[in-house]
């Protein structure tokens, strides 16, 4: 193993924080009025870190097809952020076991005037646009299933998402249940309505991701998560924002990786 594998925690602790890459995008993450970070990603990240003697962790808002690349130049230490473990991206980076779970959403006009309920339905209407996050899991799912490039609109941020479909610029808004949710909550818009499960969109789970060359990190971080699972701190972190621990403990990195594309 490189020696600068076992040397990365040695200099966090030094520096009395950890890194993280996050998307502000709630329940995952979440960066509040004063410039505090939370969400279930950040949280739990932050317990587990305490527990290996890293104070604090420090946020970045990151796009998710700029996080990788972040992580790997080294401006992160680690993605906390929702981004779902896929056969390729676990050969990009050194995942730890699951954190956060969720499946797929589309948020639509009340009644959902179009009938979409999967990728596919949105491919099959010539005229019909798509908002989802760049480099993100929904923009990939909407491609696979056909829908042609310029009916993909990147969207940067939820807010922006929600307005576009309100001002009809977008017909679909897809994120996973629990930022839909949120984002639904917080508009508190009448004429909006949520389309969960998304029907064919498999159920994804994310970890906390860490350059390849950092396993031992990853390999630590894992040994003190698997501990706070097993004592019931997990739940107690990443249940209050909606989130199953039940689901993270019911399947393993090796099982999401190995994971058809």
């Given at each position: 193993m490189p020696a600068k594998a076992e040397d990365t925690l040695e200099r966090l602790k030094e520096q009395g924080f950890a890194r993280i890459a996050i998307a502000n995008e709630p329940p995952f993450t979440a960066v509040n009025p004063d410039g505090t970070v939370s969400g279930a990603g950040p949280d739990?990240?932050?317990a587990v870190f305490a527990k290996l003697g890293v104070k604090d962790v420090v946020a970045s808002i990151s796009e998710y097809g700029a996080m990788i690349p972040g992580l790997q130049a080294g401006r992160h230490d680690a993605v906390t952020a929702g981004l779902f473990m896929k056969p390729e991206r676990c050969n990009a980076v050194a995942y730890s076991e699951p954190i956060l779970c969720d499946a797929e959403a589309f948020l639509v006009k009340k009644g959902n005037p179009k009938g979409f309920k999967s990728y596919a339905d949105i491919a099959k209407d010539a005229k019909a646009t798509i908002g989802a996050?760049?480099?993100?899991?929904?923009?990939?799912?909407?491609?696979?299933?056909?829908?042609?490039?310029?009916?993909?609109?990147?969207?940067?941020?939820?807010?922006?998402?929600?307005?576009m479909l309100q001002d009809g610029r977008i017909d679909v808004y897809s994120l996973p249940v629990l930022s839909i949710n949120d984002l639904v909550k917080k508009a508190n818009d009448p004429n909006l309505e949520v389309v969960a499960p998304v029907v064919g969109a498999p159920v994804y789970c994310d970890g906390a991701a860490f350059r390849k060359d950092d396993t031992a990190l990853r390999d630590a971080f894992d040994k003190e998560l698997a501990a706070m699972k097993q004592s019931g701190e997990f739940a107690k972190i990443i249940e209050p924002y909606g989130f199953s621990a039940e689901a993270a403990m019911s399947t393993t990195r090796e099982k999401l990786c190995s994971a058809a594309k």
């Amino acid at each position: 193993m490189p020696a600068k594998a076992e040397d990365t925690l040695e200099r966090l602790k030094e520096q009395g924080f950890a890194r993280i890459a996050i998307a502000n995008e709630p329940p995952f993450t979440a960066v509040n009025p004063d410039g505090t970070v939370s969400g279930a990603g950040p949280d739990v990240a932050r317990a587990v870190f305490a527990k290996l003697g890293v104070k604090d962790v420090v946020a970045s808002i990151s796009e998710y097809g700029a996080m990788i690349p972040g992580l790997q130049a080294g401006r992160h230490d680690a993605v906390t952020a929702g981004l779902f473990m896929k056969p390729e991206r676990c050969n990009a980076v050194a995942y730890s076991e699951p954190i956060l779970c969720d499946a797929e959403a589309f948020l639509v006009k009340k009644g959902n005037p179009k009938g979409f309920k999967s990728y596919a339905d949105i491919a099959k209407d010539a005229k019909a646009t798509i908002g989802a996050p760049g480099g993100g899991t929904e923009e990939r799912l909407a491609l696979e299933a056909g829908v042609p490039r310029d009916r993909v609109i990147v969207v940067p941020d939820g807010q922006s998402g929600l307005k576009m479909l309100q001002d009809g610029r977008i017909d679909v808004y897809s994120l996973p249940v629990l930022s839909i949710n949120d984002l639904v909550k917080k508009a508190n818009d009448p004429n909006l309505e949520v389309v969960a499960p998304v029907v064919g969109a498999p159920v994804y789970c994310d970890g906390a991701a860490f350059r390849k060359d950092d396993t031992a990190l990853r390999d630590a971080f894992d040994k003190e998560l698997a501990a706070m699972k097993q004592s019931g701190e997990f739940a107690k972190i990443i249940e209050p924002y909606g989130f199953s621990a039940e689901a993270a403990m019911s399947t393993t990195r090796e099982k999401l990786c190995s994971a058809a594309k």
